[in-house]
């Protein structure tokens, strides 16, 4: 067998990308993945099933209102066996497309369970056997999995985490939910609409706790409006599976009292850890820091020649981060000009209802690294393309730097934010000042006038408010 130029374990968002880019950059690639197929969590486990639930759960919102707009739907039914059919369809057409992307880039897929196997080679092991893959570099990207809390046995049945719950086949008629991150509210938000019980229980003083504060405790307000139970700053005790459901203690973290309360079932949203057992690191010079791998700033690990990318390295584990890592990884493999990634300009998004979307620092933060602080918001209600959408909730934050005007922040809550982050990301990376994104025309009528709006009320000058 030929020795390829590169070989990357793990076919997720980060593996198959590094793979494209490795390919177009005139390297022999192959990727090994352990799954049947290409795409990992984000694709069959995570993002896009995710929100595929979330549009169908928007769409059954907006039939259920469907008077406010004039229009009259009787008899309104959910077949949620229906709705899982095309969160599947969604996902195997894309894995299709990934398949495609690798034969059509010339790369070299082997499916089983890669591990490092000595300088230059992986050893994949599969139902057939194992077999060696000799190489010139190699890109570790094996991704993921969810993580309970100590002493929290998950049974897959009453106590599940966030790949039992993509493969229900009916609606529970109530859900604990242990962490209010973005994997918790996306979930919370989805079976409420769908006409779920929902008590959402976060360790942290505010949900959505690497949010700006104001944002998680303005999410926290709606969420309750849309009758969710919320229970911040609440510690988790104890989980007791009983016939017909969940007995879960929790404890108020500020008072020590403790309560119990009941669900059918108990989602364990607590985070994920970086899959790294089994993969042959013991043999090697890599460093490690609490499960995580070690990298320099072009995801190089100490074991040379190998580079390590995505949820196995600390970083923001996140999709577009892992894409970003794998580009940087092989365009340095191919001795490519590299754009290294500036990790305070990854925008963060919430696919909840109302969405929240950010990206740089927050107020807090900005304030503790020493900015004199200046803020511009702005609320969705004035926004004549919100009141057309029938949704006027929320703000857009900017934070600023008050000596120079530069924008260091800028946090969202509303509808359609995960798009509208992309202007701001655009904004920090090119150093803009709040005056510049105010005197850019924005189109009306479009939610994107929001965040000119926040702009001008960095300097008092907001026009429809």
């Avoid at 486990?45 to 759960?57: D, F, S, V, Y």
């Avoid at 985490?161 to 604990?176: F, Q």
């Avoid at 200046?374 to 600023?400: C, N, Y």
Wanted: overall charge negative; some cysteine; glycine content about 10%.
């Amino acid at each position: 067998m030929d020795i390829f130029d590169v070989v990357i374990i793990g076919g997720g968002p980060g593996g198959y990308v590094a793979a494209i880019r490795a390919a177009q950059n005139g390297l022999k690639t192959a990727v090994v993945e352990k799954d049947k197929a290409l795409g990992g969590t984000c694709l069959h486990r995570g993002c896009i099933p995710t929100k595929a639930l979330l549009e169908n759960a928007e769409i059954y919102e907006h039939i259920k209102h469907s008077t406010e707009f004039g229009i009259s739907v009787e008899n309104i039914k959910l077949d949620f066996v229906a709705v899982q059919k095309r969160k599947n369809k969604i996902v195997q057409k894309n894995a299709k497309g990934i398949d495609f992307l690798m034969k059509k880039n010339k790369i070299a897929v082997f499916h089983g369970f890669g591990r490092l196997a000595g300088r230059g080679k992986v050893e994949v092991e599969s139902e057939t056997g194992k077999q060696i893959v000799e190489t010139r570099n190699i890109v570790l990207a094996t991704g993921s999995v969810p993580k309970s809390l100590p002493g929290l046995e998950i049974d897959g049945r009453r106590i599940i985490n966030s790949d039992h719950i993509l493969e229900l086949d009916y609606i529970p008629a109530s859900i604990s939910i242990l962490g209010a991150g973005a994997v918790g509210v996306e979930f919370a938000s989805i079976f409420n609409r769908f006409g779920s019980k929902i008590t959402l229980v976060e360790y942290m003083p505010h949900i959505l706790p690497l949010e700006d504060e104001e944002v998680g405790k303005e999410l926290e307000k709606i969420l309750k409006k849309q009758g969710m139970t919320i229970l911040p700053g609440t510690a988790y005790e104890s989980a007791k599976v009983v016939d017909d459901g969940v007995e879960v203690t929790v404890r108020n973290v500020s008072s020590g009292e403790t309560s119990t309360h009941k669900a059918e079932l108990l989602l364990v949203a607590t985070g994920r850890r970086p899959l790294t057992e089994g993969i042959g690191l013991e043999q090697t010079a890599i460093k490690m820091d609490r499960g995580f791998i070690l990298v320099d700033e072009f995801c190089r690990t100490a074991e040379p020649n190998v580079y390590a990318i995505g949820d196995i390295i600390p970083t923001p584990q996140l999709a577009h981060v892992a894409w970003a890592e794998g580009i940087l990884a092989v365009d340095h493999i191919a001795g490519k000009e590299c754009h290294k990634i500036d990790y305070r300009l990854v925008p963060s998004c919430t696919y909840c209802e109302p969405e929240v979307a950010s990206v740089g620092l927050t107020e807090r933060k900005a304030k503790e690294l020493g900015y004199e602080v200046k803020v511009g918001k702005f609320p969705f209600s004035p926004i004549g393309k919100a009141a057309i959408l029938g949704k006027t909730e929320g703000f857009v934050k900017i934070v600023t730097d008050a000596k120079y005007d530069e924008v260091l922040g800028v946090h969202a809550i509303g509808p359609r934010v995960t798009e509208l982050i992309a202007e701001a990301g655009i904004a920090l990376r090119g150093e803009f000042t709040a005056e510049e994104i105010g005197a850019t025309m924005h189109a009306h009528p479009t939610l994107s006038e929001i965040v000119q709006e926040a702009a001008h009320a960095v300097h008092g000058r907001a026009l429809h408010f």
